[in-house]
């Protein structure tokens, strides 16, 4: 028989029982019984398969099926689950809103004001008369008095607040779209996908470069109950090119009788024109431009929790609100708890200083320059002979699906390490603690000053040495 081998890897997995034995042996009774019956099954599941996919004996030579090998690597994944999965990780990467770290940094406020919604709180209790209260009143003020919105609601992200809109406006009906802002996000956010589980239905008009006020005109018909704007926030269409504008849409909804709702994307609530920045739409503009329902991320530019935030007239947000998914898109308390606490920074705080998203944003030059040969000066005088350390000029990116052609001057640490291969090194880092992230350019290693809080320093030297 050509499987023999096969036959006799099979044979001689150890059965649960023995293993258990090993186990006990090795760690005395730590673990739920169940819960350790599952995993050493699980194990030895793992090897039967790897038995089974081999295509030649070869392929097992560094197979090991012995009693305390499957122990130790049930015992392995156990302790695994103790460790909190979501692990502090120290951003050097220089990317502000880095979708794959958490995107913002939340502000100090707003973390103090988790912890202390995190028991009970007066979510939906209005206190001074012990009725019932409103999970949106919460925000709903701060948002109307910063954007100039007649009404507000939350939901989990943007993604959800669209969803939720369109579902409301227009489920049934028509909703029109230039073809220059189908847009995708990462992570599987698409307008047209959004649009059929909304249950409304797109119609494309214009062409991937150019829209133009009449194809919008032509579009309309009885069975059209929306104009629907979206930002292009993650890609720019360049060179001949022409977009209808938020103002003119307006316009042209007021004429035929139709809403207008604009899907912002980041969103910003402070002007940043002063910085070498791309040009974000405010928010207060776009309202004041008439959009009927605005929809932005609470995690992107404004540096809030994630949450998705629904802007705009009465009329069309108490529908909004009074919608069943709403039940399903609602957030919880924690989240409105940072919301709050990041929208009274913007009402009446210094947010250039006190959201970590604009302070990184638009820290300057000679303070990165100063920051990097501060941590440089560190390195070379605790890793002589282990790191090679330069500082040099770089750029930063906004990440996070916003300003996509935003370039920030830095200056980074270069960093290349005398004995590990720089595979080796940079993962070390990553899965250390805390964890590490920089920005791999060639054979460096680049430390961004711009994304490590000053505190963070010095663990930051810590993790190198
Ligand atoms: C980011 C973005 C979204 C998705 O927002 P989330 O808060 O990540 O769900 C939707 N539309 C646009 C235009 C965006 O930029």
Sequence with gaps: MADNWRQEYLRALPGVDVVLAAVRQAEGGRFPRPLLVRTVQEVIDGLRRRI??????????????????????????????????????????????HTNLGRARLAEAAIEAMRRAAGYCSLEMDLPSGRRGLRHAHVERLLTALTGAEAACVVNNNAAAVLLALNTLAAGKKVIVSRGELVEIGGSFRIPEVMAASGARLVEVGTTNKTHYGDYEQAV????????????????????????????????????????????GSGLLVDLSAFRLEREP????????????????????????QAGIILGKRAFLERIKKNQLMRALRPD??????????????????????????????ISKDMLKRRAERLAAALRERAEGILTVDVREDYSFVGGGAMPLTRLPTFVVALRHKKMSQAEWVKKLRTGTPSLVGRVQDDWLLLDPRTIEEAEEEEVVACLT
């Design 52 to 97: 089974m996919q081999a295509t030649s004996r070869e392929e097992l030579a560094e197979f090991n099926s012995q009693p305390e090998a499957v122990a130790k690597e049930a015992l392995a994944r156990l302790r695994q689950l103790q460790r909190p999965s979501l692990q502090r990780v120290i951003n050097a990467t220089g990317t502000v809103l």
């Design 282 to 305: 405010l928010v207060a503009e776009r309202i004041a431009a008439g959009v009927d329902v605005l929809t932005l991320s609470g995690d992107k530019l404004l540096g809030g929790p």
């Design 221 to 264: 018909d009885e069975e059209t109950a929306l104009l629907l704007k979206v930002h292009t926030s993650n890609y720019r269409v360049v060179g001949y090119t022409a977009s209808v504008e938020v103002a003119e849409l307006v316009e042209l909804g007021r004429s035929v009788g139709l809403p207008v709702m604009e899907d912002l």
């Design 333 to 362: 308390k924690i989240t409105l708890a940072a919301l709050e606490a990041t929208l009274q920074i913007y009402l009446f705080g210094d947010p250039l200083r006190e959201i970590p998203v604009l302070a990184m944003l638009t």
